[in-house]
């Protein structure tokens, strides 16, 4: 994520490619698997640097100007004039986001004093097989190292020891989410027989109780989705398939994620399976489907709610203001509401009395202190449960991020409203608990 230039919120500066901090030879950027073992052999040869060109997915530093007339490269703004002028900055984001979107890319080069940043492009989204050949779990040691064994319990490994991944990617486009800069936007799934291998190993593991914490990824709902004209999706520039709108050419099937769930819940030891990750409620209320389509999405609803919620099902609306979540490529509260009272309906049809746990953001760029009170306003009128909260930190190369460093939005030169001091932060997360 901070492969190229990008605003550091901690030092409320513009920090160059963290190779030139580094000062490292390669810097390797998204799921780096594959790059990785092509420098592997690269590294074989002691005149590796002549070669490192054709490696994909990583940076590079060289002294001389690469060719400005190539059709497979796109010159970015100089670091300099990123300083002495924040528009350039906003210029070269635009530039970055659009091309990281698309599934072919071309390479971005960025100058700074006398030597060029060279990034090449990534390699193409992993195949259902290359995620089977990735999922290391049967080679795995599937425990905290031996040194960490005096520390007692450790967060990190109690939050994943029981929960598995199913796919990588993410096509929602979260204005405030570098996932795609990180993963892509396109999925890439593993096999159901992979997944369901590594279900059958966790459930012998020796500190497994018979609850997987979850199946997914970084939404829970997008695993063998894409589009199905797959030749459109390669150079499509759409930070999201479905914001402002469900793409038409996007495949929403949800029955192999349902076939998925049920043949886990069967597997010998397994007793009780949730969805941990965030579940993109805007892909299951889309209101230009036929009954027959709306049908077999309220089937995942139903599924979900009925065998895979443990009391709570968190969701994330992250805002009720229609101007702030069009800043946050977040579909209306409204379809929010639709989703809540569906919630509600199954819960009542088969009996449990079940929470709604949505996720808010505050401090948004574009969110104002009265937007915050309106949405305390709108939290309580419906009885939401509040108290997922999160106060909106800038990550590097996100649209949220360039809003807040810029003050408005790199595409349109809109002017946007951003609390920055903490006492406009406070007042704005302190809302939550009025």
Not at 2 to 29: E, F, M, Q
Not at 272 to 299: E, P, V, W
Request: proline share 6%.
């Amino acid at each position: 994520m901070r492969r190229l230039s990008h605003y550091d919120y901690w030092s409320d500066s513009l920090k160059p490619s963290v190779l030139i901090d580094s000062r490292a030879d390669v810097l390797v950027y998204g799921m780096g698997e594959r790059p990785i073992l092509q420098l592997a052999e690269l590294f074989k040869n002691v005149n590796w640097h002549e070669n490192i060109a054709s490696v994909p997915q990583i940076a590079f530093l060289q002294n001389e100007p690469p060719a400005q007339n190539s059709d497979n490269v796109i010159f970015l703004h100089s670091f300099e004039k990123e300083k002495e002028n924040k528009k350039f900055y906003g210029e070269n984001f635009v530039t970055f986001e659009i091309e990281s979107n698309k599934q072919i890319q071309k390479g971005l080069i960025q100058q700074y004093g006398e030597r060029f940043l060279v990034v090449n492009p990534p390699f193409p989204p992993a195949t259902t097989e290359e995620m089977d050949g990735m999922a290391l779990f049967d080679v795995m040691m599937n425990k905290p190292h031996p040194k960490y064994a005096k520390r007692g319990d450790i967060p990190a490994f109690e939050m994943i020891k029981n929960s598995i991944t199913i796919h990588r990617g993410c096509f929602g486009g979260c204005a405030f989410c570098a996932i795609a800069a990180h993963q892509g936007k396109t999925i890439s799934s593993r096999s159901p027989e992979s997944v369901l291998r590594e279900v059958a190993d966790l459930a012998k593991r020796d500190y497994f109780k018979g609850h997987i914490s979850d199946l997914g990824a970084p939404s829970a709902n997008m695993y063998m989705m894409g589009g199905n004209n797959k030749e459109a999706c390669k150079r499509c520039p759409r930070p999201s398939c479905i914001f402002p709108n469900v793409c038409k050419n996007l495949n929403c099937n949800h029955a192999p994620l349902i076939a998925l769930y049920r043949k886990a819940a069967a597997i010998k030891g397994v007793k009780h399976i949730t969805i941990g990750s965030g579940i993109r409620y805007d892909m299951l209320l889309c209101a230009d489907r036929n009954i027959a389509q709306q049908n077999h999405l309220d089937d995942y609803l139903r599924e979900v709610i009925t065998h895979h919620v443990s009391g709570r099902l968190k969701v994330a609306p992250e805002h009720t203001a229609t101007h702030v979540l069009n800043k946050m490529r977040k579909p209306p509260f409204n379809n929010f509401l639709q989703f809540y009272a569906k919630f509600n309906d199954i819960n009542r049809k088969i009996g449990k009395k079940q929470q709604l746990i949505p996720y808010f953001i505050s401090s948004h760029p574009g969110c104002t202190l009265q937007d915050m009170r309106e949405l305390s306003k709108i939290t309580r009128k419906y009885r939401m449960m509040t108290e997922q909260v999160q106060d909106f930190t800038p990550t590097p190369m996100t649209y949220s991020t360039a809003m807040f460093y810029l003050g408005y939005d790199p595409y349109t030169g809109e002017k946007v409203y951003v609390a920055k001091s903490p006492s406009e932060k406070k007042a704005q997360n302190g809302c939550f608990f009025l």
